[in-house]
């Protein structure tokens, strides 16, 4: 099943996994013990360029000092008051993550599904107490292709297969439309939509980019139908593709941003949920909570993180490495590849059939000291840390194409 594993310690850990843990992920042969910046380090003392950072929570890289730091000082202070009191970590996070993104009021979660099943509940909530739509009515447009998260109600309205086979019945009132496609999004609007629920840019589909002018499309058609629309952001915000929010690359607002990965620093799962006081305040006291939603510890981190974003020093550093990867990517062309797309620092490359899988280019990757993912067969997709360097890019890029040649 796995590419044969290097050496005796990588091998046991892993067979010890094998043993004990569900195999519900078929991670590469690397044990990674210690990680910095854009580097990580497996139990043999092995270096690797990580070009995944975990789906783009790692957006920071590895143990970014400035988040680590007001990590540790909330270590030592306050971890865990539950929401059944205040904590005073929780009011300077939440007004700084509603500045960054220009809304009134966030609904801080834990991971990013959760983001998802509140924005839904939000959505519904907003359809009944504000549209007046029929009780049980409610219905979310999404997208093909979509990927929100692995809770049976997500998974009920993915079209992935391997995502939702052996885990109905599903939760009716989603209804799905052609991703990037303004017209059948339009065509399947009617009075019982409550929300539009898109990611700005398909990151699990191979980071597909819909057409220049559909988000504003969508904008225009959710604002004049009456209908929320709400951005998931949690693997295509928080600077990744040059900008704050993904949306903002058609100066789209959403009227609810989904946040997730990133904003928990790479420490912590941290997920928000950020809208204006007219549809969030439709959730009212005992009818969505979450244990651990909105703990002191991980509210110092988002409000660390939220702080670097506000600087748009890593939004800036994004724009100007993603040029550069659009650059060199273009390079690979009709040589082992068959299509490139990037945003930002991010990209998807389709992997010629000829010269092996996605998997297998992973794997050649990964024994010359780069991490990436493949996604859907025959894809490759890249995230590295936004403080990943030019010459870095470069040297992993190298290896793409020796492994690609041979
Ligand atoms: C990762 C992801 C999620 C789910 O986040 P989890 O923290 O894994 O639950 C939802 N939406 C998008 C777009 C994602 O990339």
């Not at 005796?8 to 195999?23: G, P």
């Not at 079209?159 to 019945?169: L, S, V």
């Not at 928000?272 to 510890?297: C, K, M, Q, W, Y």
């Not at 993180?305 to 659009?326: C, I, K, N, W």
Request: proline content about 5%; glycine content about 10%; charged content about 20%.
């Amino acid at each position: 099943m796995s590419a044969p594993v290097r050496d005796s310690q990588t091998a046991a850990l892993i067979a010890v996994e094998d043993a004990h843990l569900a195999h519900n992920y078929h991670p590469l042969p690397v044990v990674i013990t210690r990680g910095e910046g854009a580097w990580v380090t497996d139990v043999e003392g092995k270096r690797y360029l990580d070009l995944l950072s975990a789906y783009s929570a790692l957006n920071f890289g590895h143990s970014h000092p400035a988040i680590l730091a007001a990590a540790r000082d909330q270590l030592d202070r306050l971890t865990l008051t539950s929401r059944a009191y205040h904590n005073d970590r929780l009011a300077p996070f939440a007004q700084a993550l509603a500045d960054l993104a220009g809304k009134d009021m966030v609904l801080p979660m834990n991971t990013g599904a959760e983001a998802v099943e509140t924005g839904i509940k939000v959505a519904r909530a907003w359809g009944y107490r504000v549209k007046g739509i029929a009780p049980d009515a409610a219905t979310v447009v999404v997208a093909h292709g979509n990927f929100h998260g692995r809770t049976t109600t997500i998974v009920g309205f993915s079209d992935d297969p391997d995502a939702r086979e052996g885990f109905g019945p599903f939760a009716p009132g989603f209804v799905h439309v052609p991703f990037g496609d303004a017209a059948a999004l339009a065509a399947a609007i009617d009075e019982n939509t409550a929300a539009v629920l898109l990611e700005p840019i398909q990151g699990e589909a191979g980071v597909v980019i819909p057409p220049e002018g559909y988000l504003r499309e969508v904008r225009q058609i959710t604002r004049e139908r009456g209908v929320l629309m709400i951005a998931d952001e949690i693997q295509s915000g928080l600077g990744r593709v040059g900008t704050t929010f993904a949306c903002d690359r058609e100066q789209v607002v959403p009227d609810v941003y989904l946040l997730g990965k990133a904003l928990g620093g790479g420490i912590l799962p941290l997920s928000a949920v950020v809208a204006d006081a007219d549809v969030l305040g439709v959730i009212r006291p005992g009818e969505h909570g979450s244990t651990f939603g909105g703990n002191p510890l991980a509210a110092a981190v988002g409000l660390q993180v939220v702080e670097m974003l506000a600087s748009g020093e890593f939004q800036t550093r994004a724009a100007a490495l993603g040029q550069h990867l659009e650059t060199k990517l273009a390079e690979f062309a009709g040589r082992g590849v068959t299509a490139v797309r990037v945003a930002g620092l991010w990209a998807g490359i389709d992997i010629d059939p000829a010269r092996g899988t996605g998997r297998e280019v992973a794997e050649r990757l990964l024994a010359r000291g780069v991490l990436v993912k493949d996604t859907h067969g025959q894809t490759i997709r890249i995230a590295p840390p936004l403080v990943v360097r030019a010459t870095e890019l470069d040297w992993a890029l190298e290896q793409l194409r020796v492994v690609l040649a041979g």
